[in-house]
Each structure stands twice: as C-alpha cells, then as structure tokens.
C-alpha cells in the first residue's frame, strides 16, 4: 500500500500562500497540488523556475532534497547494497517532506534537517528493529520538524508501537506536523508521534524528575537515534543517551572521527549503529565513515 500511495498521482491547480508580496504573489511556489503524492509533487517542483520563483526565500530548495530515487543510487548507494529498500522508499515518498522544509527555505537555516540519503540510511539501520511484530518504542533525539518521527511511525504500523522525539526548538512546529493527517499518502496504526522539548546536553535533558521519568524513562526505548555528532562512547552525551535503551535494543549516532570546522559546526563522524548488550554495555554492530554531522556542542 505504501508503495501504492507514493507512485500515485494528483492533479491540482498550484496556488500560492501569500508571501511579503501578499496574497496576490506572483510566485506560485509554496504550495504543491494536493492532496499530496511523490510523483505529482516531483512533476510540479520540477516545473518551477526557481530561479525566479524561490527569489522570496531565504533559500531556494533543491529536488536532491526530496529526491528519493536520486539518494538510492548517490553516494549512499554503497551502504544500502544488497538491502531490501522497497518499502523504505515507499514509506520516504508517503511524506510531504516539502511541508516539513517550508521553514528551512524561510529561515535559510538547514542545518536541523538531515538528507534524504541520511535519513534513508537511518532507516535501513534500523528496519528490523521498525518491523517488530511486537511494535516498538522509538526515540528520535534532534527531531528537527519531524520526518524521521514520521517514517518510524509508518514503518512500525503498529497500534502499540510508541515515537517520539525531541529538540531545543521549533517543537511546536513539528507537534503541529505529526497531528496533520495530510502530511503522508499512507496511513499507519501507530499513534502520532509525540515532540517535546528537552536538550541532550544537559544532565537529565534539562528535564525535572517527573518529566524524565514519563518522557525519557532509563532502558525505555527500544530504538534511540540521535542527530547530533558525539564525541565518542565514553562521552557524557553517549552514555546519557545509551541509557535510554532497553537491553537488545539499537541506537544510531554520528561520532566525531576527524576534523570540525569552527565556522559551521560540522565534523568527519562515523555513523554507527550499537546495541544494548545483556550487561548494558555497547556492542557495535555497523559502522559508515565519511560522513559529515554538526557536532553536539556546536548545536
């Protein structure tokens, strides 16, 4: 059915919302035909002459945002070989992921969303752990405005399966997201996603106690990913997050391997995926180099 739902297709007159030029703007570039589907939105942002129509923007978006086929056969590519990716692709295409990145074309700020590469690795990562016939608790640290929650959320498609996530900011934003039932082309039994407000830098996630024990209960989650470069296991950051899983349970995160750029935040990391073993002790089980992450004390 997800597959279905993201090859279909829709027609719709393309509107505007209004800019600073009113709601009579000439640029016709905010909103795509409706109701969503990935091939109607890829043939109308395909289009638009950006060049002209983004000039209102902070910054004009790019179709390698949104571009799922593109990602599967990128730089990314050799990590997802040999992997089962139909269903992941179908589940990145359901997403009105040009919804989610209206505020990053407004603000010019990217740096809370990861690619769709990125994000389709994370999911392949974290699959088996998504489908679990028993449903799944999964976390979502640097939630930004919502995608991954999304996807975990339709990759579980479990009514006891729980996601949630968290940020320092625009948490209102992404809670606003993962109630709009337009938002995907797919439906799922898993309850909307939840989004709160919390920081991982701080001890306890700058939570009071009753707040960590319903929100971030210790060996809660069955699944914890994190958007945030760490400096590596023995890292403060690490291990407050590593105790959020339950034993048996994954985490995936990004952990400083080279180089950071004072300018931008950004580092060389490795991107890992570890289970909780039976002593709670981190047992790493994949690993992808050459990848660039902000660092978590840059965020």
Request: charged share 20%; proline share 6%; hydrophobic share 40%.
């Amino acid at each position: 059915p997800l597959a279905a739902a993201a090859m279909g297709s829709a027609s719709a007159d393309v509107t505007c919302d209004g800019c600073e030029r009113g709601p009579l703007c000439v640029y016709p570039v905010l909103r795509p035909p409706a109701p969503y589907s990935y091939a109607a939105f890829a043939a109308w942002f395909k289009a638009q002459n950006w060049q002209d129509s983004g000039r209102h923007l902070r910054l004009a978006p790019s179709f390698s945002w949104f571009d799922v086929d593109g990602a599967l056969a990128g730089k990314f590519r050799q990590y997802l070989h040999g992997q089962d990716m139909e269903r992941i692709a179908g589940v990145a295409k359901a997403i009105d992921r040009f919804r989610l990145m209206r505020s990053i074309m407004e603000t010019g700020d990217d740096s809370s969303q990861s690619s769709m590469g990125m994000h389709l690795l994370t999911l392949a990562l974290l699959k088996e752990e998504l489908e679990s016939p028993c449903g799944v608790r999964a976390l979502d640290i640097g939630c930004g405005t919502g995608w991954l929650l999304k996807a975990f959320a339709l990759m579980s498609d479990h009514p006891a399966s729980r996601v949630s996530g968290f940020d320092i900011s625009g948490t209102r934003e992404a809670a606003k997201h993962m109630r709009d039932p337009t938002l995907t082309c797919a439906t799922t039994r898993t309850p909307n996603p939840a989004v709160f407000r919390a920081d991982v830098l701080r001890a306890d996630f700058g939570l009071s106690d009753a707040a960590r024990k319903r929100l971030l209960p210790p060996g809660g989650f069955d699944i914890v990913n994190v958007g945030l470069a760490v400096d590596g296991v023995d890292s403060p950051v690490f291990q407050q997050v590593f105790d959020l899983l339950k034993v048996g349970g994954a985490l995936t995160i990004p952990v400083v391997a080279g180089d950071c750029s004072a300018e931008t935040g950004m580092c060389e990391v490795s991107f890992r995926k570890y289970v909780c073993g039976p002593s709670r002790r981190p047992v790493l089980a994949k690993q992808v180099n050459d990848l660039r992450f902000v660092a978590a004390a840059s965020a």
